[in-house]
């Protein structure tokens, strides 16, 4: 037997579905709460397989009650049930450690579905989801160590490609030896290398020298 608590405030939702899942063989709620405060003391005490957990309520907002579940109960199985898609509300809701995350418009037995899968180890995540958190990885893979150089830091790793020592690099930029030794170190740390000669190559491999 799966057992559920249900964690939001409009009553007229938590007695539609937990009607409805109560009813399935395998699924019993066993507690309800109206309120991101309750819900988190309520799911601390009870300890269910899976939490389904509102977004928006008044006291404590679901990210903030999922986040302090997690914080205290690492293995926490929590499915947020809202109506909310907009970035503000996906990305905070999964980085605070919930499983799965479905819209108020799935069905009942859609739901309950997702109880199952969330209880076996899944993450089910309406389809707007999934996009939403492909686009944010490809945006995150798209950025490149060598994007966080200034304009000065990447001239200087040009002059390092060419060969110039931190001397000369200073005389032609017409900054101080100290100056130029700091950009060099800056740049080192930033590309995340060892020393001069990873970080021409890793300008080299990234066509940023020709």
Known sequence: MIKVVF??????VRIGVSSYLS???????IGEADNGRKGVELCLELR????LMDLVMKEMDGIEATRDIINAW????IIIV???????????????????YLLKTSKASEIANAVRLTFHGQSILEPEVTGKM??????????????????????????????????????ELFIALKTAKTHVSNILSKLDVQDRTQAVIYAFKHSLVK
């Open 134 to 171: 492909m686009m944010k990885m490809r945006q995150r893979d798209a950025v490149h160590p060598h994007d966080q150089l200034t304009t000065r830091e990447m001239e200087i790793l040009m002059l390092m490609a060419e060969g110039k020592t931190n001397q000369e690099i200073a005389d």
């Open 7 to 12: 964690v939001d405030d409009h009553e007229m």
């Open 74 to 77: 690492p293995e926490a199985k």
């Open 82 to 100: 809202t109506s909310f898609l907009d970035d503000e509300k996906v990305y905070p809701a999964l980085e605070a450690g919930a499983t799965s």
């Open 23 to 29: 009813a399935q063989p395998d699924i019993e709620v």
């Open 48 to 51: 269910p397989d899976v939490i």
